[in-house]
């Protein structure tokens, strides 16, 4: 089946120390997206990727990044993570923005 | 800025009792609103798509509408298993494509 996969389920990092996670896809879509979600708020977005074009959005902190080296592979960096980036981190994928996007499982980050 | 309000925060229901959630939106141009199941721990699950006011969707024990101004997902007859966070979401304009703005979401819970 056609999916959005998230490695790993679950992330501990200490604090301050770098983090990478990762998201692949074989929907063969031209545009991923990086969320993060904290405990019983909404999913904000973070960035995307449309086609090779970086998109980031005004309020996310420098200290995130995101590499995508091909159409099916999208990271997340944390440089330097706080007790504040604790959250679940979710990849998502469209067909150029159209419709209803597919989202993996999230990885869980704690930071300790 | 477009915003997505959803009602109630929590949600508890006896097996065959009835009930609606509510989304309301405010967006500059309706490009589609999206409900979305999400169990603990896992990403969200697209349950359906509505792009104008008076359409209506239906999936097994979920009924979705829209208005100008709202949506509702009636849920009739709940069971056990449909106990999860339900999340509504609008596409936002972008510079490219579009974006999913979300609500903070309806924490349902069914009782047997």
């Known amino acids: 089946d056609a999916m959005v996969i998230q490695n790993p389920r679950y992330q501990v990092t200490q604090f301050g120390k770098p983090v990478t996670l990762s998201c692949s896809q074989t929907?063969?879509?031209?545009?991923m997206y990086w969320y993060q979600q904290k405990s019983s708020q909404a999913p904000k977005l973070l960035f995307h990727?449309?086609?090779?074009?970086?998109?980031n959005e005004a309020d996310t902190p420098d200290n995130f990044q995101s590499r995508r080296p091909n159409t099916s592979f999208c990271f997340l960096d944390i440089r330097s993570p706080g007790l504040g980036d604790a959250a679940m981190y979710l990849c998502?994928?469209?067909?150029?923005?159209?419709?209803?996007?597919?989202f993996g499982s999230g990885t869980r980050l704690t930071v300790v | 800025e477009d915003q997505v309000t959803q009602s109630p925060e929590a949600l508890r229901l006896q097996e065959g009792e009835s009930s609606s959630l509510n989304c309301s939106y405010t967006?500059?141009?309706?490009?589609?609103l999206f409900w979305y199941r999400q169990d603990p721990g896992k990403g969200p699950e697209f349950l359906f798509t509505?792009?104008?006011a008076g359409e209506e969707k239906e999936k097994e024990r979920l009924k979705a509408t829209l208005t100008k101004k709202e949506s509702f997902l009636h849920i009739t007859a709940p069971k056990p298993e449909d106990s999860a966070t339900y999340l509504c979401?609008?596409?936002?304009?972008?510079?490219?494509?579009?974006?999913?703005?979300f609500g903070a979401g309806t924490i349902l819970r069914v009782k047997s």
């Open positions: 998502a994928t469209s067909s150029s923005g159209q419709g209803g996007y597919t």
């Open positions: 929907l063969n879509h031209n545009v």
């Open positions: 990727y449309y086609d090779k074009d970086f998109n």
């Open positions: 967006v500059s141009g309706l490009r589609g």
């Open positions: 509505l792009y104008s």
């Open positions: 979401a609008v596409h936002s304009l972008m510079e490219y494509g579009n974006k999913l703005v």
